[in-house]
């Protein structure tokens, strides 16, 4: 974490870009040209993004705006977003700021553990898999040698565990060996990818068995957020309705998606629209992180909310809990300029951190679509935002 600063902003949409760059200029104590030199056309060159990926033709730009408001962990934070959608910015704004009035998002973040999947064939996958676990420690002595820069940043393997997939006709019976890898602050991709290809071998051959698949998990579910928010009565707003209504209203609307799949995906989607916003923001997997939502949401079988609100004394109360897969180094994140400083207007050191900021993001959005919904609809904001974009439109 960085140095303290007041993420309350009166006024703060009333500025124009240049105002609101100047001002986290002086926030962020560095000059308006590093900002405009990050954010100028998206950032960047087409040089860099000719390296970033292959076949490049142009870059496409997309709104890059930073929500004020949010305490999360004691902490004012300024969040950036980067979203193509009016009015998910200004919805993430007016629910941290409610949330605020209940003294902010609280956050509690899993270690970084990304799940490596080592598939093996062999006829039976439950004698494997008591093999494999017999060989644990051997096993991750050798994927600790493999990198030792992750194990000398206090990462590294850290368990291994077993899941047999017997079969009828036994040459489809495969044991998945899970490798459990703390990734600290990179996104875990590319480690685990590479401790997997290289332990394959070595297990298969104990086990008499042929290497399958090796790839991570994105069902991220040992890197999960869960946040926490209160909203005082008093700040449940909306007009034509008593905060006793809106509150009641808001906790109706999270019962329809815990009853109902097809609500709970929409539910969902108005989270992502504001974790999604953070997480291409600071350079990261998105669709990582989707996936990892959305199979977290169906862990039970039945596909439910990420969040949920209930009624606590007067006040609404809110958890979320959802993986959240994201880095702070290696690929985007380290070569887009506009993601180092969504990173630096962050201030966030660890990947913990950044995945909590991302995480009460999305809470907040799903807190706004809910009372929005709950009350007069979520048309009358929306158009009202949209509008303005709407001149621009190419016949
Ligand atoms: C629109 O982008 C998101 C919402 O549909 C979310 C929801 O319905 O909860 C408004």
Known sequence: MTQPIDSRRPGWHRLSPAQRREALALDLDIPPSALDEALTHGGLSLEAADRMVEDVVGTLSLPFAVAPNFRIDGRDVLVPMVVEEA????????????????????????????????????????????????????????????????VSLGGGPRDLEVRPFPAAPPEESFLVVHLLVDTRDAMGANAVNTMNEALAPFLADRVGGRIGLRILSNLADRRKVRVEARVPLEALQAPGFTPEEVRDGIVAASRFAERDPYRAATHNKGILNGTDAVVLATGNDWRAVEAGAHAYAARTGRYGPLCTWHRDGDDLQGVLEMPVQVGLVGGATRVHPGARLALRILGVTTAMELAAVAAATGMANNLTALRALATEGIQAGHMRLHRRSRDLEVP
């Not at 910015?89 to 902010?104: D, E, I, P, S, T």
């Open 87 to 150: 009015s998910v910015v200004a919805a993430a704004a007016h629910a941290a700021r409610m949330v605020r009035k209940g003294g902010g998002f609280r956050t509690l973040a899993d270690p970084p553990i990304t799940i490596g999947q080592i598939q093996i064939f062999c006829p039976d996958p439950e004698e494997a898999a008591l093999r494999v676990l017999a060989l644990r420690e051997e096993a991750l002595d050798l994927a600790r040698g493999l990198d030792p820069t992750l």
